[in-house]
């Protein structure tokens, strides 16, 4: 029997044999030329994409009171029939079964650049997170003005507060604050921008990695363990966007949080999170749903386009404070 | 696009080799086709990085782009099988039987996972170390043994019987 090694170069000969005669078109160089046109377009096109998407997750974050009933469909595809409770999908799973595929597709997390937006009242954060070089980066954006009316002013210098909370108007959304950040918790490099104040930092943080008080549902360990510990339910099929997926809800071990995940029911990926800390009531008043925070997530191929994203670079013209 | 004229002779006298390469990599002519064009296209794009080396780093972008694409492939419902004849290698007058026995390696190649193939590809068709192809795919040279070693023990179970494949070469007898 050969070795493993003679046997290796045995391949490679046949390897060599087999496609001695594919070639490379010859007018390949003009190929490259016309693709190239394309791409400049697509580039010009992709433009409009990003609006369009925002309106998508506004959407589904509009029907964040609601997490358990059917997802609004975005606009530009109102007129399909994916407003329905059930997916179109025919298979039925049971949630072992999901759970089982969750962990298992969780666990190439790293082989993606992982978009995910968390949005709240008056902003929302996007984060990009890169887990094969433990890196992210996150842009913080805000409706809220830059300095709230905390009170008036008076002649001899002493504020009046007023009677009751401050009546904020809310702008434009616009971008707060960015930070880089890489290397593991124990040891970080971060980089941070304000936008708003047009300075930047870089700092290092050394600390032990915090217990979340609710699990990363991208984590696979994480969530396995959650999962373990509480109680993992299939609440059914349902469309989020135009993507079909199995929406799960996960209750802590003390029922100490609410997790309402919806994963992609191709790839298993999550799709949507919402979760929610227990607040203390009986029944309803247990988990309000207004209290909820929503997550939409994209996973992305670790593309040079996509890794650029964790890039942050000050502005030639922002002052360095650190 | 404007093309740099030492980027147009890198094409000419690189492209083969690495379409032979991407060939091995996604068993499949049109992706392959697919994947090299792609590849030279960032190429092109950063070839102030790239002109030192630009085989080297096509060939890296080419291994990244063969990767991604299987995880594409895992997203979406499988590929229907194209007919036997529909991308078989040009200048082939023989018969199919013919087609398909010179296939066969290709055809054990494709069945292993992205990883394993990408190493046996690397190390015995490209004849480049265990160092080289640690480097290039990002792994220690440990991994790539153990992929290395994998992958043969596989390849042996689908070629059993296969001509002589398992020969002893008589220099080694």
């Known amino acids: ?322 | 696009m404007r093309v740099d004229p030492s980027f147009e002779t890198f094409v000419e006298n690189s492209s083969t080799a690495l379409l032979r390469t991407a060939y091995l990599l996604t068993g499949d002519r049109g992706h392959a086709e697919d994947l090299l064009q792609t590849a030279l296209l960032r190429t092109a794009r950063h070839w102030s990085r790239a002109r030192d080396s630009p085989a080297a780093y096509a060939r890296a972008v080419l291994l990244n782009l063969s990767r991604d694409r299987i995880r594409t492939l895992f997203r979406r419902p499988k590929e229907a099988p194209m007919p036997p004849d529909v991308d078989a290698i040009h200048a082939v007058d023989a018969g199919y039987e013919q087609i398909a026995e010179r296939r066969v390696m290709l055809h054990a190649l494709a069945r292993l996972p992205i990883r394993q193939r990408q190493v046996i590809v690397l190390r015995f068709y490209e004849d480049m170390t265990v160092e080289q192809t640690a480097e290039l795919l990002g792994f220690t040279p440990g991994t790539v043994k153990s992929h290395t070693s994998r992958a043969l023990a596989r390849l042996r179970e689908l070629l059993a019987g296969h001509d002589s494949m398992e020969e002893v070469p008589r220099a080694h007898r």
Do not use: C
């Open chain 1, 1 to 322: 029997m050969l070795t493993d090694e003679q046997y290796g170069r045995r391949i490679g000969d046949r390897l060599r044999h087999e496609i001695e005669d594919v070639h490379a078109s010859p007018d390949l160089v003009r190929r490259l030329r016309r693709r190239q046109v394309k791409r400049t377009w697509a580039i010009t096109s992709a433009i409009a994409t990003p609006v369009a998407a925002a309106a998508v997750i506004a959407v589904v974050v509009s029907s964040q009171s609601t997490p358990t009933q059917p997802i609004a469909a975005p606009p530009a595809t109102s007129a399909a029939p994916n407003t329905s409770t059930s997916s179109a999908a025919p298979q039925i799973h049971n949630v072992a079964y999901i759970q089982a595929e969750t962990v298992k597709a969780l666990g190439q997390a790293s082989q993606y650049v992982i978009y995910s937006k968390d949005t709240y009242n008056t902003g929302y954060y996007e984060t990009w997170t890169d887990k094969a070089t433990l890196r992210y980066r996150n842009d913080g954006y805000t409706q809220l003005p830059p300095s709230p009316p905390m009170g008036k002013r008076n002649a001899d210098g002493s504020v009046s507060l007023p009677a009751g909370p401050p009546k904020v108007e809310l702008g434009p959304m616009r971008r707060q604050q960015s930070n880089a950040v890489k290397g593991p918790w124990e040891n970080q490099e971060i980089t941070t921008i304000d936008w708003e104040n047009k300075w930047w930092s870089t700092h290092h943080m050394s600390e032990p990695k915090p217990n979340f008080e609710i699990p990363d549902p991208t984590d696979p360990e994480g969530l396995r363990k959650a999962v373990a510990d509480g109680k993992l339910e299939l609440v059914g099929q349902e469309k989020v966007g135009t993507i079909d997926t199995h929406h799960l809800r996960l209750i802590g071990p003390k029922r100490e949080y609410k997790i309402e995940l919806w994963v992609d029911a191709t790839t298993y990926l999550p799709v949507k999170e919402s979760a929610i800390k227990n607040h203390g009531g009986q029944g309803d008043q247990e988990f309000p749903e207004s209290g909820g925070e929503a997550i939409t997530y994209a996973w992305l191929p670790r593309t040079e386009e996509n890794l650029a994203k964790l890039t942050l670079t000050p502005p030639a013209d922002f002052k360095q404070i650190k």
